[in-house]
């Protein structure tokens, strides 16, 4: 799968057909044991990669960065870091998206305001209902974003700066 990711990021970079990308992921797979299970991810990873190209020019994105590194000291001497999802954009609005095998569930999707606030404000540089975020799943073939609410994201970061204010209380103990 980080494989597949990487493949569709040379694409998008222009660093290689999808073509090339199906040819460089099964050589790939030759690494591997033969057997049902890999096969098995192999087809599933290879089939995935033109529809989601087809979904991605249906929504009329264009890549803006496939990361950036994030940056943010949400309290002092404490920083949330890491990398972004890939960002893009079209006519309407920007968005931020991971890419997933399975639809993820709620506890993988709270950092979610948090980065749509970090990414609308420091990267964009747009009002933060102007960037959705959220997964391109495979198995299902979609993309499932959205934008949350100012006040949504206004306690995500109060949480956050309140879990991160107890975490560096108790460590100077």
């Known amino acids: 799968f980080a494989c597949w990711q990487t493949k569709i990021k040379d694409v998008h970079q222009e660093n290689l057909t999808v073509t090339g990308a199906i040819k460089a992921l099964q050589q790939r797979f030759m690494n591997y044991a033969d057997n049902a299970s890999n096969r098995k991810k192999q087809d599933f990873l290879i089939d995935k990669m033109v529809p989601y190209f087809k979904n991605f020019d249906k929504q009329g994105f264009k890549l803006e960065r496939t990361m950036i590194q994030v940056k943010w000291e949400l309290i002092k001497d404490v920083m949330l870091t890491g990398h972004s999802p890939m960002l893009v954009s079209n006519d309407s609005f920007n968005v931020a998206y991971y890419f997933t095998e ?5 506890k993988q999707q709270l950092r979610f305001p948090l980065l749509q606030y ?13 960037l959705k975020i959220g997964t391109y799943c495979l198995s299902e073939n ?22 991160f204010k107890t975490i560096d209380q ?3 103990r």
């Open 170 to 172: 108790e460590f100077k």
């Open 142 to 163: 979609k993309f499932s974003i959205q934008s949350y609410g100012l006040k949504d994201i206004e306690n995500a970061i109060e949480e956050a700066r309140s879990i």
């Open 118 to 130: 970090y990414l609308a404000t420091k990267y964009f540089a747009c009002e933060v209902d102007k």
């Open 102 to 106: 399975y639809p993820i569930d709620w």
